[in-house]
């Protein structure tokens, strides 16, 4: 299968402070990448959905000025968690899709455990 | 918001015993997949599938794609104690787009 990397594994930061991750695809190139937390015990959560050189398309109820998404290059998208606050601690994993021509299939990333305190 | 409803929550089983999960939708799918993921890390793709009333395998993993493209199930034969860990299924209605989860099936192998 594909394979996603995400950068950092683990951060933790200060209440207040900027988080960036990054998401690439490392064989291939992906004209999708989607953006997901995941709480303790649940299931995994879409935030957005980006595409190469466009807006993403954030999913209801996430502030898109708060989780700020740039997908420049089929194989990088980064997330940013700006004024980070404790309540969102969490597991941010994101995954890569939509291969034109190719198969339907989503390939996530380890993910990022984030720890605001 | 859509949502897939995936049974059971939990499985605490004997090694060596075959495993039975699925997932209902009210919403129809032209794409059902399902994902293992451990403690800390990403899911990993276990089996996607295509059409309705397909089945497929991996290894001692079977999935079939219902009928209806409404549902979904996952089998799993002759456990062993790295089977261990949440299993998810997830429902994709546009080519590309985005996945809808279910809950996730948390499967604990006793040696």
């Known amino acids: 299968g594909a394979v996603v990397s995400q950068h950092p594994s683990r951060v933790i930061c200060k209440s207040g402070t900027s988080v960036k991750i990054e998401c690439r695809s490392l064989d291939f190139q992906a004209t999708t990448m989607f953006w997901y937390r995941q709480f303790p015990k649940q299931s995994l959560m879409l935030m957005a959905t980006s595409n190469e050189g466009s807006k993403a398309t954030y999913e209801q109820g996430v502030e898109k000025d708060k989780f700020l998404i740039n997908h420049a290059s089929l194989t990088l998208s980064t997330l940013t968690v700006t004024s980070a606050h404790p309540e969102d601690s969490s597991f941010y994993i994101c995954s890569a899709g939509g291969l034109a021509g190719a198969y339907n299939e989503q390939f996530f990333g380890p993910g990022t455990r984030l720890t605001v305190l | 918001g859509q949502q897939l409803n995936q049974s059971p929550q939990s499985m605490f089983i004997q090694e060596g015993e075959d495993v039975s999960m699925n997932c209902t939708s009210s919403?129809?799918?032209?794409?059902w997949l399902w994902y293992k993921q451990d403690p800390g890390e990403g899911p990993v793709l276990l089996i996607a599938?295509?059409?309705?009333?397909e089945l497929t395998s991996n290894g001692r993993l079977t999935a079939q794609f219902g009928i209806t493209r409404k549902d979904s199930f996952l089998n799993i034969s002759a456990s062993i104690p790295s089977d261990v860990g949440i299993y998810f299924c997830a429902g994709q209605q546009i080519a590309g787009g985005k996945l809808i989860f279910g809950q996730g099936t948390e499967l604990s192998v006793k040696p």
């Open positions: 599938l295509y059409k309705a009333g």
């Open positions: 919403s129809i799918f032209n794409t």
